[in-house]
C-alpha cells in the first residue's frame, strides 16, 4: 500500500474542475480542463508509465498538456529550455537516455535512435528504439535544472510529495482560488515560473498562455481583456516594468504580484510598493531555490514597507535556521532549510535515477543570511560561486569551462545580474560574449569583458578571486 501512497500525484484530482476554463493562449482561446485533460490522455495512451521523458517545455497550450498528461501518467519529466543547444541535447540524451522525447515540430533534429509515435499540433513525442534497463525510484516525479543555461548535467530530483507540499504551501498563503487568472511571464522549465503554473492547476484557476514580453503592447491587451488577476516576476522582469513606467499602467482586475529568483534592489521594493499601495493591491517578495521545489520563504505583504530588503519567513510547514561555522546561530550564518519540499537530492545520469531521498527533508541552500529581532531574513552573500543572471542561476565554473571547450581561456567571476569574462589575450572580442550567450541562452548584457596583463594566481596555481573584484 506504501508504494501508491507516495506515488500520490497532485494533479491526480482536477477532474472536479471539468468545467472550469484551464487555458487561454494568445488568441484568446480557452481551453476547459475537461477538454485539456481529454487531449492529455490521448497524448499518453501509448507511453508505459516509470519512464524517462524529456520535455522541451514552453508556454504553449499543446506543450502544457503534455506535461500534466505526462505527471497523471507517471512518467518521470525532465523539463528543458525549448531552445536548448542541439550538442548539449544529445550531452543529456547519451547521459540520461530518456525512453522518450516531447518536444516541438520545429526541432527536428535528427534523432536516429527515436521514431515518432504521437503528435499534438505542433509537438510530437519520439519513442527510442533501443531498451533501457535502469530502474527509476517510485517517487521521483520531475527532474529540473539548477543552471538552466549552462548545459550541467546535474538535475534536481523532485518528488511528487515535493511538489504537493510546496504547491499547497504558496496556495495557502497567497490565497489562490479558481476564479484566479495568471499569466505567464517566465519559462515553464524554470522552478519559479513552474510552480505558478502548478498552483493554478491545482487551484482549478486559469492561466493565460504566452511567450509575448512584456515591452509588447500585445501582452498587456491580452492581460486587460483577460481580466488576469495576477503575474510574477524576476528582478530583471521589474527592472523592465519599471522603464516602461508601470505606474502609468491601470489594471482594474489585478489582485496581487509577485518578485523571487533573486533580492530586488530597495528602490525598484518602493517603486512597485508604491503602485501596490496607491492600487490597492498585494505585493509578495519571496525567496525559494529549485533544491527546495520552488519557494522556501515570503515576505508577508503587511510587512513589506517596514521589511524593506527581507526576504521574510518561512512557509508553511518550513523551518530555517542559520548555520555559522558548524554552529547554529540565529543571528546571521548559512540559510539551512527543513520542510517537506526539499528535493530528494541530484542526479547526473540515469544511474541515479533509482536514488532515495538523500535530503532527508533538509537543505543547506549556500546562501548566507541574517535575522531581526521580529525573525525575518536578509539575505548577505553566496557561499559558492554561483551568481543570478536575471533569474537564472549559473554557475561561474560552468561558464569557463563553456569557454574553454570552445577554445578561450577565460576566468569568470561576478555578482548577481553582471559577470566579466577576464583574459589575458589581445585578440579576444565580442565573440567570446556571443557565444556565451548564445550557449546559455542568456542576455549578452550580463556579460562583459576584461583584459588583463596575467591572471592572478596562488602558489599552487589556483585563481585568486577576490583579488578581481576590484575589476568588476
Known amino acids: 500500500m506504501q508504494k501508491k501512497k507516495n506515488h500520490h500525484n497532485f494533479l491526480e484530482k482536477i477532474e472536479k474542475f471539468n468545467s472550469n476554463i484551464c487555458f487561454i493562449d494568445e488568441n484568446e482561446k480557452k481551453t476547459l480542463y475537461k477538454d485539456i485533460i481529454g487531449k492529455s490522455?490521448?497524448?499518453?495512451k501509448r507511453l508505459k508509465p516509470r519512464a524517462l521523458i524529456f520535455v522541451l517545455i514552453s508556454n504553449h497550450v499543446e506543450s502544457l498538456t503534455g506535461y500534466i498528461g505526462f505527471l497523471r501518467k507517471g512518467l518521470v519529466q525532465m523539463l528543458l529550455n525549448p531552445k536548448i543547444d542541439i550538442n548539449l541535447l544529445q550531452e543529456l540524451i547519451q547521459s540520461y537516455s530518456p525512453d522518450y522525447l516531447f518536444l516541438p515540430v520545429s526541432r527536428r533534429e535528427n534523432f536516429k535512435q527515436y521514431c515518432l509515435i504521437r503528435k499534438l499540433n505542433d509537438y510530437k513525442i519520439l519513442k527510442s528504439n533501443?531498451?533501457?534497463?535502469?530502474?527509476?525510484?517510485?517517487?521521483?516525479?520531475?527532474?529540473?535544472?539548477?543552471?538552466g543555461s549552462t548545459g550541467s548535467k546535474k538535475f534536481v530530483r523532485?518528488?511528487?510529495?515535493?511538489?504537493?507540499?510546496?504547491?499547497?504551501?504558496?496556495?495557502?498563503?497567497?490565497?489562490?482560488?479558481?476564479?484566479?487568472?495568471?499569466?505567464?511571464?517566465?519559462?515553464?522549465?524554470?522552478?519559479?515560473g513552474l510552480s505558478i503554473i502548478?498552483?493554478?492547476?491545482?487551484?482549478?484557476?486559469?492561466?493565460?498562455?504566452?511567450?509575448?514580453?512584456?515591452?509588447?503592447?500585445?501582452?498587456?491587451?491580452l492581460m486587460k481583456n483577460q481580466k488576469v488577476t495576477s503575474f510574477g516576476g524576476v528582478p530583471y522582469f521589474y527592472e523592465i516594468l519599471k522603464k516602461i513606467n508601470f505606474h502609468k499602467i491601470?489594471?482594474?482586475?489585478?489582485?496581487?504580484?509577485?518578485?523571487?529568483?533573486?533580492?530586488?534592489?530597495?528602490?525598484?521594493?518602493?517603486?512597485?510598493?508604491?503602485?501596490?499601495?496607491?492600487?490597492?493591491?498585494?505585493?509578495?517578495?519571496?525567496?525559494?531555490?529549485?533544491?527546495?521545489?520552488s519557494r522556501m520563504t515570503y515576505l508577508p505583504h503587511k510587512s513589506v514597507k517596514k521589511k524593506i530588503g527581507s526576504i521574510g519567513i518561512p512557509i508553511s510547514g518550513g523551518k530555517i535556521i542559520l548555520r555559522n561555522n558548524n554552529k547554529q546561530n540565529?543571528?546571521?550564518?548559512?540559510?539551512?532549510?527543513?520542510?517537506k519540499n526539499v528535493s530528494m537530492g541530484y542526479a547526473k545520469n540515469c544511474e541515479d535515477l533509482i536514488r532515495a531521498d538523500e535530503n532527508k527533508?533538509?537543505?543547506?541552500?549556500?546562501?548566507?543570511?541574517?535575522?531581526?529581532?521580529?525573525?525575518?531574513?536578509?539575505?548577505?552573500?553566496?557561499?559558492?560561486?554561483?551568481?543570478?543572471?536575471?533569474?537564472?542561476?549559473?554557475?561561474?565554473?560552468?561558464?569557463?569551462?563553456?569557454?574553454?571547450?570552445?577554445?578561450?581561456?577565460?576566468?569568470?567571476?561576478?555578482?548577481?545580474?553582471?559577470?566579466?569574462?577576464?583574459?589575458?589575450n589581445k585578440n579576444y572580442k565580442k565573440k567570446v560574449l556571443k557565444i556565451l550567450s548564445y550557449i546559455t541562452k542568456l542576455n549578452i548584457d550580463c556579460f562583459k569583458l576584461k583584459l588583463l596583463k596575467k591572471f592572478p594566481?596562488?602558489?599552487?596555481?589556483?585563481?585568486?578571486?577576490?583579488?578581481?573584484?576590484?575589476?568588476?
Not at 531498451?131 to 517517487?139: G, L, P
Not at 482586475?253 to 530586488?264: E, N
Not at 543547506?364 to 525575518?376: E, I, M, P, S
Not at 594566481?457 to 568588476?472: A, D, Q
Request: proline share 0%; aromatic share 12%.
Open 41 to 44: 490522455e490521448i497524448l499518453t
Open 130 to 147: 533501443k531498451a533501457n534497463h535502469y530502474t527509476i525510484n517510485n517517487d521521483l516525479a520531475l527532474l529540473l535544472t539548477t543552471s
Open 158 to 192: 523532485i518528488s511528487y510529495r515535493n511538489i504537493h507540499e510546496n504547491t499547497k504551501s504558496i496556495i495557502k498563503y497567497l490565497n489562490i482560488d479558481q476564479s484566479h487568472r495568471t499569466i505567464t511571464t517566465m519559462p515553464s522549465f524554470y522552478t519559479y
Open 198 to 221: 502548478n498552483t493554478h492547476l491545482f487551484s482549478g484557476a486559469s492561466i493565460v498562455t504566452t511567450n509575448m514580453s512584456i515591452v509588447e503592447k500585445s501582452f498587456w491587451k
Open 250 to 293: 491601470f489594471l482594474t482586475d489585478l489582485k496581487y504580484f509577485t518578485q523571487a529568483g533573486g533580492a530586488l534592489n530597495k528602490d525598484l521594493t518602493k517603486y512597485f510598493l508604491d503602485y501596490a499601495e496607491k492600487n490597492k493591491l498585494k505585493f509578495f517578495i519571496m525567496y525559494g531555490q529549485t533544491e527546495a521545489t
Open 330 to 339: 540565529n543571528k546571521s550564518g548559512e540559510i539551512i532549510y527543513s520542510g
Open 361 to 424: 527533508g533538509i537543505l543547506a541552500t549556500g546562501d548566507l543570511a541574517t535575522k531581526d529581532n521580529d525573525g525575518y531574513l536578509y539575505i548577505t552573500g553566496r557561499k559558492s560561486r554561483e551568481v543570478k543572471l536575471y533569474g537564472h542561476r549559473v554557475n561561474l565554473d560552468e561558464l569557463e569551462n563553456i569557454l574553454m571547450n570552445k577554445g578561450y581561456k577565460c576566468i569568470c567571476h561576478g555578482f548577481d545580474d553582471q559577470v566579466v569574462i577576464f583574459h589575458t
Open 457 to 472: 594566481l596562488n602558489e599552487s596555481g589556483k585563481v585568486l578571486y577576490r583579488s578581481l573584484e576590484k575589476f568588476i
